[in-house]
């Protein structure tokens, strides 16, 4: 059984960074794509970023590019997300997600993500 924890969520102000992490359990998190959504109070979940097997791939939604960056540590089982001049409009639960194919590519569709973690809360204050 596959399980994964996020972390480094908080409250920080307008303009500010925080960095997230996700922890894998189980074997094999090197072949699988790992992503990012985000769930705001009375929306939908929504992709923030994903990243490809070795991390030679990743992609962004259009809210984030540029200001966010996912990266990953293979030999460490985890996942980034650093997030930078952050803006109240990021405000959400944030979750990492481990795709439901291994071997393929990174993708923003929630659908092919089977795992999920349970959540860590970014607030941004304006």
């Known amino acids: 059984q596959v399980q994964l924890v996020e972390s480094g969520g908080g409250l920080v102000q307008a303009g500010g960074s925080l960095r997230l992490s996700c922890a894998a359990s189980?074997?094999?998190?090197?072949?699988?794509?790992m992503g990012w959504f985000r769930q705001a109070p009375g929306k939908e979940r929504e992709f923030v970023a994903a990243?490809?097997?070795?991390?030679?791939?990743?992609y962004y939604s259009d809210s984030v590019k540029g200001r966010f960056t996912i990266s990953r540590d293979n030999a460490k089982n985890t996942v980034f997300l650093q997030m930078n001049s952050l803006k109240p409009e990021d405000t959400a639960v944030y979750y990492c997600?481990?795709?439901?194919?291994?071997?393929?590519?990174?993708?923003?569709?929630?659908?092919?993500?089977?795992?999920w973690g349970q959540g860590t809360q970014v607030t941004v204050s304006s």
């Open positions: 189980g074997r094999a998190f090197s072949i699988y794509p």
């Open positions: 997600a481990r795709a439901r194919e291994p071997y393929s590519s990174g993708s923003y569709d929630r659908s092919q993500y089977n795992y």
């Open positions: 990243i490809s097997l070795s991390a030679d791939s990743t």
